[in-house]
């Protein structure tokens, strides 16, 4: 028997067994109707369903994408017809013409990440390694990356501006920007792939969530 998956969207939360269908959309037949006057949203957005042993949440729209996003505050696209496994919390969110709307998703209660998998044999990944993130290094990362942090619907998965992180830190600009700038070529150096180009930035984001070197708690520390 499968634990149920719960979705959250404002202050409604209801739980799906295997079996059942939950779907949302701007249709007054699905499970959840966002807002049945938002045409910026598809009558049939997307449902979470249980297949073959796993909880997916299916893009259901004809052509508009979902952005899903993970525990860590990482964000991804699904696209129309698309679907992906629930195999940690996530949240939903749809861009509608008059505002967001987001739902949460959660299955049973979430374990350590990798229970139950042993890992392959050969060296460890080395990539970062040996680089020391110190603590204002850690303050200009929080500063710099505070919308992967946030919760709905403050969530905006997009690296603040320089001028903006500095100014919420009460720093110069340029003492931010040298520090991530050195920041970013040592990580480089050490292996982190993306930090060089156009969006060396996002890519530093990413690194950033993924490796555990800032998480949500560190909102705390901007105020």
């Known amino acids: 028997m499968s634990e149920p998956a719960t979705i959250t969207t404002g202050d409604r939360t209801v739980e799906v ?6 779907t949302f959309g701007r249709a007054e037949s699905c499970t959840v109707c966002l807002d049945p006057d938002d045409l910026g949203l598809s009558r049939l957005a997307g449902s979470v369903e249980y297949d073959s042993g796993t909880w997916w949440l299916v893009n259901r729209s004809g052509s508009r994408p979902l952005d899903v996003v993970d525990d860590l505050g990482i964000r991804a696209v ?3 017809g698309r679907r992906v496994a629930v195999d940690s919390p996530l949240v939903v969110v749809l861009e509608g013409s008059v505002r ?7 299955v049973g209660r979430p374990g350590p990440t990798g229970a139950g998998i042993t ?4 060296p460890e990944t080395s990539v970062g390694d040996g680089v020391v993130v110190n603590d204002a290094d850690r303050l200009a990362l929080v500063a710099l990356f505070s919308g992967y942090l946030e919760a709905f619907p403050r969530y905006d998965p997009h690296p603040r501006t320089y001028a ?6 009460g720093w110069p600009r340029t ?3 040298k520090r991530i700038e050195y920041l970013r070529t ?3 150096d050490a292996g982190v792939p993306g930090l060089v180009g156009e969006n060396a930035l996002e890519a530093l984001a990413t690194y ?13 520390l901007l105020t």
Not at 100 to 106: D, F, I, S
Not at 119 to 122: F, I, K, M, N, Q
Not at 208 to 220: H, N, S, V, W
């Open 100 to 106: 967001r709307h987001a739902l949460q998703v959660t």
């Open 119 to 122: 890992a392959p044999g050969g």
């Open 186 to 188: 040592r990580l480089s």
């Open 164 to 169: 903006e992180a500095a100014a919420r830190l």
């Open 17 to 22: 067994r295997s079996g059942e269908t939950f």
């Open 208 to 220: 950033a969530l993924t490796a555990g070197l800032i998480d949500r708690e560190d909102l705390a």
């Open 175 to 177: 003492t931010l920007v």
């Open 78 to 80: 699904l696209p129309p």
